[in-house]
């Protein structure tokens, strides 16, 4: 069964500072990686897919890398600002028979302060 | 709409009725998928669509808890003599296909049992 980690479980970090969170994985039969965003009393916003064939994805400030064989992935996020504050999830998405499922970890909460 | 849409937004319940939550997916996307989403875990997978059809209901905790869809469109999902520990946040998501597209979520409905 997969299991996703996400380390830290919470971040803070003063504005403008550059921050790595990390999500870790058990089975590394992974057909493609999500990172997300999901602000207080929202859903969830996709930041970045990345495909198990990929090793990077880089939207604005974000970038995310995937290591299939390590089972990991990072998301950088280059001079945070305080919009930036959140919670970062990371899903796996695994196929299973014709259908892709994802499996979420915990999350980060990032605060950003000005 | 532009987006999934979930209602109603926030329901409050007595320990023991019945609770129904409905999600609108984006026009044309033929893939729904149901999580749960409670207090300090994370996003957790419910019940799969393709069409009308739910090849996969692993998810769901108990025979408590169904969902159906009808014309492949909107889908409702029931729990039936709810119990505090179904508090949680729901989310829906659909995709245009089910192998591996990103799935858009909505905004999630907050149901608490009292």
């Known amino acids: 069964k997969q299991e996703v980690t996400q380390i830290p479980a919470a971040l803070s970090v003063p504005e403008g500072e550059n921050l790595v969170l990390n999500c870790s994985f058990t089975?590394?039969?992974?057909?493609?990686l999500q990172w997300f965003r999901q602000d207080p009393g929202k859903g969830l916003t996709s930041l970045l897919l990345i495909q198990s064939s990929q090793r990077e994805q880089t939207s604005g400030r974000l970038n995310a890398s995937l290591d299939k064989s390590s089972g990991r992935s990072t998301l950088y996020i280059a001079a945070s600002q305080p919009g930036d504050s959140a919670t970062y999830l990371c899903?796996?998405?695994?196929?299973?028979?014709?259908?892709?499922?994802?499996?979420f970890g915990k999350g980060t909460m990032l605060l950003v302060s000005p | 709409g532009a987006g999934v849409s979930q209602s109603p937004s926030n329901k409050v319940t007595e320990k023991g009725k019945d609770v129904e939550l409905r999600c609108d997916p984006i026009s044309g996307h033929t893939a729904l998928y149901w999580y749960r989403q409670s207090l300090g875990q994370g996003l957790e997978f419910l019940i799969y669509?393709?069409?009308?059809?739910?090849?996969?209901k692993s998810g769901l905790p108990s025979d408590r808890f169904s969902a159906e869809r009808t014309g492949g469109s909107v889908s409702t999902l029931t729990i039936q003599r709810t119990q505090q520990e179904d508090s949680a946040v729901y989310l829906c998501?659909?995709?245009?296909?089910?192998?591996?597209?990103?799935?858009?979520f909505g905004p999630g409905t907050r149901l608490l049992v009292l």
């Open positions: 998501a659909s995709s245009t296909r089910s192998s591996g597209e990103t799935q858009y």
């Open positions: 669509f393709q069409g009308n059809s739910a090849p996969d």
């Open positions: 899903a796996v998405i695994s196929m299973g028979s014709g259908y892709s499922t994802l499996t």
């Open positions: 089975d590394s039969a992974i057909y493609n």
